[in-house]
Nanobody, 123 residues
């Protein structure tokens, strides 16, 4: 069992940056691939980024590639999402998730979820 708690969300102007963190409980964190997803009002939850258990493999949605960076620190049981050059359309609740499988994009593949953190990008 893994419990996930996101933090770092907030209000930022377009073009600005935020770094989200996701702290995980449990001693098996390093065995999970991790992902970030987001959900804007009235829209489906969408994949943002994923990282393998070792951190060696990452994959991004096309809409964030080149602007967002996912990373992890297994010693701290934490996964991060560095978000740069933020756009109005990045406004959403951001969720981190853990999967016992490898890096994956469908949210149905993820076994554990945090409660989310709000990111609001203003003009």
């Amino acid at each position: 069992q893994v419990q996930l708690v996101e933090s770092g969300g907030g209000l930022v102007q377009a073009g600005g940056s935020l770094r989200l963190s996701c702290a995980a409980s449990g001693r098996t964190f390093s065995t999970y691939a991790m992902g970030w997803f987001r959900q804007a009002p009235g829209k489906d939850r969408e994949f943002v980024a994923t990282i393998s258990w070792s951190g060696g493999d990452t994959y991004y949605a096309g809409s964030v590639k080149g602007r967002f960076t996912i990373s992890r620190d297994n010693a701290k049981n934490t996964v991060y999402l560095q978000m740069n050059s933020l756009k109005l359309e990045d406004t959403a609740v951001y969720y981190c998730a853990a999967t016992v499988g490898g890096t994956s994009t469908p949210y149905s593949r993820y076994d554990y979820w945090g409660r989310g953190t709000q990111v609001t990008v203003s003009s």
